[in-house]
């Protein structure tokens, strides 16, 4: 299957059978599952490649840092604050030494009222120094969670608990239906269950946390994986905010709910410009989802004005499609021509590109594996990039660099970027290298519709006006 097939079939499937409107032990469950399944039938059926490097402890290191999670950074502990602030786990190193959470901090240094922030593990821990203050963590919250499935696996599960006959019966005719619809088989009740049973532990804590640090706003980063922290807040009758931290379209199935609402969504999202605010069908009214810009973006590139750039083409990886676009590369490299080639890797690839990309080691091309040289600055030296359909595509923009799309798995996310001029699409190698070949850089784009411009003021205005109860924030 094609990967736009896969979608929309999934998206057939969820009308087919009114997915949206079920529930099992009185929890709208497809709408916390929709996204992981989708991406697993994905990946089973080699659409995508593995995403991103994951952690799983053994029980007993769980239970260290669950523990230790007790007396140190425990948000039960954390103060009481105007605003709440689950952030992003994937922090970057800058100058300074500190880890910045590009997406929070430079928002938190501006707004004056107080603030928490909540930050969960990544890659098995947490990365310091913290640019940001006032950090608790979600380690043994999330642990805690874990324990009902893994301390009862299987079939000693106890899933009569839970749900019904006849819901068990739902969920093995959603399970049947996906076998049917895309010879793959899913655990669709083990899925379910161990969801349920993570919320289960983690509402009620949620809940005591919030009346704890009683925010007046919760403002998060991501938004699916996180709907039992979403459902706290609507229960204590706090409202949330979503900051845009990726590139979106109707393809992503966090974001596009084409099928009807989603319970456990933000009630604002704030995103990054005009452009992304009809990317996908929200789950929300669309006069709360606000373009503002974004912060880390803006503030960072005047750092790299007046930089000369260089015949100089960045491949950006990432990795659901990095095996074609490090392969893309090499080939590149390895033809006549005056350009430098640079191979970027996304962080999630950064520990095994090796065993996965191992052809890039022995290709004339520079890999970059890790945060510096920074990505802004090899765009500044840079005049073209070619990838797939990552967020840092649009960030090259900013530095009006010549784009190209490669025809790769996923290309459909970027639909709206190729028909809005912004980037020229290439099927093979051929075309990519002639393309190259009679490029002297620059699009002539305007970035200010995809990052509205003033950043930083916009978004702190929009959340000082969504605190303090306004109709309309700017």
Same mark, same amino acid.
């Given at each position: 299957?094609?990967?736009?097939?896969?979608?929309?079939?999934?998206?057939?499937?969820?009308?087919?059978?009114?997915?949206?409107? !079920?529930?099992?032990?009185?929890?709208?469950?497809?709408?916390?599952?929709?996204?992981?399944?989708?991406?697993?039938?994905?990946?089973?059926?080699?659409?995508?490649?593995?995403? =991103?490097?994951?952690?799983?402890?053994?029980?007993?290191?769980?239970?260290?840092?669950?523990?230790?999670?007790?007396?140190?950074?425990?948000?039960?502990?954390?103060?009481?604050?105007?605003?709440?602030?689950?952030?992003?786990?994937?922090?970057?190193?800058?100058?300074?030494?500190?880890?910045?959470?590009?997406?929070?901090?430079?928002?938190?240094?501006?707004?004056?009222?107080?603030?928490?922030?909540?930050?969960?593990? =990544?890659?098995?821990?947490?990365?310091?120094?913290?640019?940001?203050?006032?950090?608790?963590?979600?380690?043994?919250?999330?642990?805690?969670?874990?324990?009902?499935?893994?301390?009862?696996?299987?079939?000693?599960?106890?899933?009569?608990? !839970?749900?019904?006959?006849?819901?068990?019966? $739902?969920?093995?005719?959603?399970?049947?239906?996906?076998?049917?619809?895309?010879?793959?088989?899913?655990?669709?009740?083990?899925?379910?269950?161990?969801?349920?049973?993570?919320?289960?532990?983690?509402?009620?804590?949620?809940?005591?946390?919030?009346?704890?640090?009683?925010?007046?706003?919760?403002?998060?980063v991501v938004s699916y994986g996180r709907e039992t922290f979403v459902e706290a807040c609507r229960l204590e009758g706090i409202p949330v905010a979503e900051l845009q931290h990726g590139e979106l379209s109707e393809y992503h199935m966090g974001y596009h709910y084409p099928n009807g609402p989603k319970r456990d969504f933000p009630d604002y999202f704030?995103?990054?410009?005009?452009?992304?605010?009809?990317?996908?069908?929200?789950?929300?009214?669309?006069?709360?989802?606000?373009?503002?810009?974004?912060?880390?973006?803006?503030?960072?590139?005047?750092?790299?004005?007046?930089?000369?750039?260089?015949?100089?083409?960045?491949?950006?990886?990432?990795?659901?499609?990095?095996?074609? !676009?490090?392969?893309?590369? $090499?080939?590149?490299?390895?033809?006549?021509?005056?350009?430098?080639?640079?191979?970027?890797?996304?962080?999630?690839?950064?520990?095994?590109?090796?065993?996965?990309?191992?052809?890039?080691?022995?290709?004339?091309?520079?890999?970059?594996?890790?945060?510096?040289?920074?990505?802004?600055?090899?765009?500044?030296?840079?005049?073209?990039?070619?990838?797939?359909?990552?967020?840092?595509?649009?960030?090259?923009?900013?530095?009006? !660099?010549?784009?190209?799309?490669?025809?790769?798995?996923?290309?459909?996310?970027?639909?709206?970027?190729?028909?809005?001029?912004?980037?020229?699409?290439?099927?093979?190698?051929?075309?990519?290298?002639?393309?190259?070949?009679?490029?002297?850089?620059?699009?002539?784009?305007?970035?200010?519709?995809?990052?509205?411009?003033?950043?930083?003021?916009?978004?702190?205005?929009?959340?000082?006006?969504?605190?303090?109860?306004?109709?309309?924030?700017?």
């Open positions: 299957m094609e990967f736009t097939e896969v979608t929309d079939r999934v998206l057939s499937l969820e009308a087919d059978l009114d997915l949206l409107d !079920l529930e099992v032990a009185g929890v709208p469950f497809w709408e916390r599952v929709r996204f992981d399944i989708n991406r697993t039938l994905m990946q089973e059926l080699g659409v995508l490649s593995q995403a =991103h490097t994951h952690d799983d402890p053994s029980y007993g290191e769980a239970l260290y840092r669950l523990t230790r999670n007790l007396f140190v950074g425990n948000p039960l502990l954390a103060p009481e604050a105007d605003l709440l602030v689950w952030g992003h786990e994937r922090r970057k190193q800058l100058e300074d030494g500190l880890w910045w959470d590009i997406y929070c901090d430079p928002v938190l240094e501006r707004v004056e009222e107080d603030w928490v922030y909540l930050e969960r593990e =990544h890659e098995g821990g947490h990365l310091t120094p913290a640019r940001t203050e006032q950090v608790y963590y979600l380690d043994w919250i999330n642990y805690a969670s874990r324990f009902p499935s893994k301390l009862l696996p299987g079939s000693v599960r106890p899933t009569s608990l !839970l749900f019904s006959a006849a819901e068990r019966d $739902t969920l093995a005719r959603i399970e049947r239906e996906i076998a049917d619809r895309f010879g793959v088989t899913i655990d669709v009740e083990e899925r379910v269950e161990e969801r349920l049973l993570r919320r289960r532990v983690k509402l009620p804590i949620y809940r005591r946390v919030l009346r704890r640090v009683d925010p007046d706003v919760a403002v998060v704030l995103a990054f410009g005009e452009f992304w605010t009809s990317a996908a069908d929200f789950p929300i009214p669309e006069e709360r989802i606000l373009p503002v810009g974004y912060p880390y973006l803006e503030r960072r590139a005047t750092r790299f004005t007046g930089v000369e750039s260089e015949r100089q083409v960045v491949f950006l990886s990432q990795g659901e499609s990095g095996e074609r !676009l490090s392969r893309i590369a $090499t080939e590149f490299a390895a033809l006549e021509h005056d350009w430098s080639v640079v191979y970027k890797l996304h962080p999630g690839e950064y520990s095994r590109w090796r065993e996965a990309y191992p052809w890039l080691e022995d290709a004339p091309l520079r890999v970059v594996d890790s945060s510096e040289p920074p990505l802004y600055e090899l765009f500044a030296r840079s005049r073209a990039q070619v990838g797939a359909y990552s967020t840092a595509l649009y960030e090259g923009l900013y530095f009006d !660099l010549d784009t190209y799309v490669v025809d790769v798995p996923g290309i459909e996310c970027v639909q709206g970027l190729l028909d809005s001029g912004g980037a020229t699409l290439v099927r093979s190698i051929d075309t990519l290298a002639e393309r190259l070949r009679g490029s002297s850089g620059g699009t002539g784009v305007d970035p200010g519709r995809f990052f509205r411009r003033g950043a930083e003021e916009n978004v702190v205005s929009a959340l000082r006006s969504i605190r303090t109860g306004a109709d309309s924030p700017e």
